[in-house]
């Protein structure tokens, strides 16, 4: 498709962004002879390309700037005031070509909460649950029914999708180091959770994961929505095409989007062929960028890069959200293999024969057993009341230093936080295990020939909001990206006790006597205390690829940027389908979120279509 093509048609829409959510958008309507879809990508068409499709290679797509945006964000001055790479996919199939193929979902409190606290109609678990059933197919695990019991992966198949175009399902493989980590926890009144799709997400989870287990591929938003689809003479697709602003024009009280304009090859072009909507899928940074660069969002920062304001929304690019990540490690005294055994020459073949045959490490990935974790379960109820305190306190001042027209919106957040975290079945916490050495500034270098268990935890509902604003009116420039880490003190109160248990169960039976030997955090570390702890949260927390919230799904008034039919306000048809509309951060991996908002947008706007044939 060229753009003298796409240019001579008539657009229905036009669809900013060909990733995880857009691209199921772009399938669901064109699913619609009569209506003609446009996709603009920035990136290209990754097809068979082993960094993606292979699930052992997962990591090696990142910082490559085929396949990755390579932001960072601005340095953290609650993290010794380093700057932290902030991944993102570029290319069709947007993060889900690069994610860690985790498919996840939301408790149903959570969800629930969009609706009954924040006033989105429409937006509840009832219905997401819907949406993400039709974006999957689950397959049947092969584990029987004592191992599927123990490795906690015993899900009920009424919870699941049956006939979507995302394939997930388990690992191939399991090990006894999985099992030992849900024994261990279990110790500690943690429970395993045979069906982490259910509504209930807590206690000890296999993760589902986004791997067709037919081909040992990774199943992602481009080869699972958009290929098979391709040869629909209605949905058109233009890659290298970066977008760099929204065309609007006044049409009475409202901005219609007629348009877009966009830089391919060096030139820049111009689409004002739309007829209906304009649909930014561009993610939590790309989206409130070109929100900014089109004239939408706070005058003051729009004034700074001398853009003229069109809509005055001071929520845009505001209420930055993610998981905040850190890693404790191990050397290991196992017969099981791990990521670290690839780097003998030998067992890297043997382990590539096996993936012809869909087994061994290549047909899955390092991470796959998770224990999400409820504050109960992280303290004492003296604890848990200190942490509430600590945190209403240091969210009163927030409040008070807001800008007042977002603070009713952050106000009902907050209570949001203080009913899940009161809620003994709502977890605050993650940890995964990644069976392999993982790269560290402070780590000794890995010892040839050792195996290594790394325990990464998240801090999954944290307190503290960032932003994402334009860095410069270059619309080609990257945006300025601030994750605000620990910018609320009660997340590092919480953390230090999140770190704590994680330290805990690396020695506690039936998991220590695989331990070797504890790497990070080093013995000096320890030696200090809390103090050591908290030292060492600054220096290695990071990002965990999940960043939502930047173009709110709330009320105006709240200071929200979409209404629950993911039109921007002020504007007449121009909408909002990808992550940024997360208003808050689920205790989940975002995955089968993204392709639940794509699916329900894609019920909307066909809703609307066919009201305005009536």
Known sequence: MSYEELASRSLDYLIVGGGTSGLALASRLSENGDITVAVLEAGEHHASAPEIDIPGYIGRALGNPKYDWSFTCVPQPNANNRTVRQPRGKGLGGTSLINFTGMFRPSKAEVDALESVLGIEGWNWDTMLHYMKKSETLQPTKLSHADAIKFAADPDPNNHGTNGPIKKSFSPTFYELHAALYDTVQTFGVPRNPDTGSGKNDGSVMSFLSIDATTAK???????????????????????????????????????????????????????????????????????????????????????????????????????????????????????????????????????ELYKQGKGLFATIPAQAFVFLSADALGSPEDVAQWRAHADTHCTNTLAKVLPSLRSGLEKQYAVHRQLFDDKEQPQAELLMFTGYQRMLTAPPAKPGARYLSLVCALSRALSRGTVHIASANPLAPPRIDPNYFGNEADLDLYVHVLQYMLKVLETEPLKRFVKEQIMPRPETLAKGREGLVEY??????????????????????????????????????????????????????????????????????????????
């Open 537 to 614: 949260i600054r220096e290695n927390c990071r990002q965990v690829y999940h960043p939502v919230g930047t173009a709110a799904m709330m009320l105006r008034e709240d200071g929200g940027v979409v209404d629950s039919k993911l039109t921007v306000y002020g504007t007449r048809n121009l909408r909002v389908v990808d992550l940024s509309v997360l208003p808050m951060e689920f205790v989940c991996h975002t995955q089968s979120v993204a392709y639940a908002i794509g699916e329900q947008a894609a019920d909307i706007l066909k809703s609307e279509l066919l009201g305005s044939h009536n």
């Open 218 to 352: 990774r199943s992602h938003a481009a080869n699972a929505y958009l290929e098979p689809n391709l040869s629909r003479k209605n949905l058109l697709v233009l890659t290298g095409a970066h977008v760099t602003k929204v065309i609007l024009e006044q049409d009475g009280p409202l901005q219609k989007a007629i348009g877009v304009e966009f830089v391919k090859d060096g030139t820049t072009n111009r689409l004002e062929n739309v007829r209906r909507d304009v649909v930014l899928a561009a993610g939590s940074f790309q989206t409130p960028q070109l929100l900014e660069l089109s004239g939408i969002g706070n005058p003051d920062i729009l004034a700074q890069h001398g853009i003229d304001v069109r809509i005055d929304l001071p929520g845009v690019g505001e209420n930055l959200q993610d998981h905040i990540g850190m890693t404790t490690m191990a050397e290991l005294d196992v017969d099981e293999p791990t990521l670290d055994d690839l780097a003998n020459p030998e067992f890297a073949r043997t382990q590539e």
